[in-house]
């Protein structure tokens, strides 16, 4: 049951921007290195864990795997039409993650999480630990995970919406604690893109878990970034973490965002690059109560929903990416001005959703929209050009699709 099914991905012609990326490109004293593959979850019916690995070069190349989760995907409705939203049919950025070699993935539509070791020697062979754990909250889009405190919580944004965790070891997930709720008046399944939880996320130092949950300024209803403790746990016994996360947390709605979306921590600092589909993107500080205020803000002209985020090594800025644009816009960690746009319209992609960066690379994931296929382009974050857009042709992932995980 722990089959892997292989899938042929048809890699895309060299186009000249590929031909012009070995030596220009390796930019001296660059430290990041590259990343070794990059997952995404099919979010369909039969959820499914599609893995993409990464050759030395950095390119996306050999075999795609796909590995079944074991549970079920879903869509929220698109509050703007009533229909099913797609893509971005979770309203969130993370919808898996990796701890470790150990990987997490949510699935909506049974309200379980499910956990998975990587092969060492194969980062594309996934092997699931034991079975999927239920949720206690409806609808799971999110996942956050510390080898430091061995949790992995989950953000839900159903009728019943809030944040549980649970510890995990080599054997897998143990029971999922109390959930953390968040009064959202949600439906199973929401209607967003807001008014619902966007990301769970923890510090660098695994001291924090956030989150971040979208307001909706047309009901006058605000969104809020929650942070939650990571304490002693006052039980530890045989099975129990020795780690747990508050019940109680800060919330905050920092003064001028309204959709707090995807986010990432700033390395080395106590501030947050946060996207606010709203606007564009905002830089928060977080003070020793981690009450967050607005360091910088940049707004993204002719954006439609700018919201997801990763910082790259190679550049220490932010890529923010919008389901509706399908450019990248570069901003600053400092005050989130905008450093360069890159439009990437030419590859034919709708839009970009989650994305993930390593070594001088960003890989931004666009689903596609029923009539376009599912895309992951590639794009140097020196040169801030396409080196490669990978259509996922001849596999299981369409619109559905959410993501994004990287293993370094
Ligand atoms: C969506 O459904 C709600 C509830 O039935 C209704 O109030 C709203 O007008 C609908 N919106 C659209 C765009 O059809
Ligand atoms: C929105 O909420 C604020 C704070 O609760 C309140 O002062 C304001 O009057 C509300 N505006 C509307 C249009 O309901
Ligand atoms: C999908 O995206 C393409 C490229 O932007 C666009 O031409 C097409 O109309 C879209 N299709 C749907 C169903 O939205």
Known sequence: MYHSTLLFLFLAPLTPLAEARPAACAAKGAKATNGKAVYLITNDQANAVVALPIGQDGLL????????????????????????????????????????MNLFAVNAGSNTLSMFTINPLDPTDLTMVGQ???????????????????????????????????????????????????????????????????????????????????????KNNTGFLAAFPVEASSSPSAGAAAAVVSQQGTMTSPAGTAVLFGASTIPASNDLFVTDASFGGAVLSLDNKDVATVKGKGIVDGQKATCWVAISPATNTAFVTDVGTNRLVE??????????????????????????????????????????????????????????????????????????????
């Not at 989760?69 to 990796?98: H, K, R, V, W, Y």
């Not at 109390?178 to 008014?195: A, D, E, K, S």
């Not at 960690?333 to 970009?352: C, F, K, R």
């Open 61 to 100: 190349k050999g075999a795609a795997t796909s590995t079944p989760t074991g549970g079920a995907g879903a869509n929220g409705i698109d509050g703007s039409t009533n229909q099913t939203a797609a893509p971005d049919a979770l309203f969130s950025q993370s919808s898996l993650t990796i701890a470790g």
């Open 132 to 218: 999927p754990i239920d949720i206690p909250g409806e609808f799971p889009t999110t996942v956050a995970a510390s080898m430091k405190s061995k949790l992995a919580c989950v953000g839900s944004t159903g009728a019943i919406a809030g944040v549980s965790c649970a510890p995990f070891s080599t054997q897998g997930l143990g029971a999922m604690d109390g959930l953390r709720v968040f009064n959202l008046g949600q439906t199973t399944p929401p209607v967003g893109p807001t008014n619902t939880v966007s990301q769970v996320f923890f510090s660098d130092d695994g001291s924090t878990l956030f989150s971040t949950v979208k307001g909706d300024p047309t």
């Open 331 to 408: 901003m600053s960690l400092a005050d989130a001005t905008i450093q360069s746009q890159t439009d990437l319209s030419a590859n034919g992609d709708p839009g970009l959703i989650d994305l993930r960066a390593a070594g001088n690379f960003i890989y931004a994931l666009s689903p596609g929209n029923g009539t376009t296929q599912a895309a992951v382009t590639v794009v140097d974050a020196l040169s801030k050009k396409q080196v490669q857009h990978l259509q996922l042709q001849g596999s299981a992932v369409d619109k559905n699709a959410q993501g994004m995980a990287l293993l370094e």
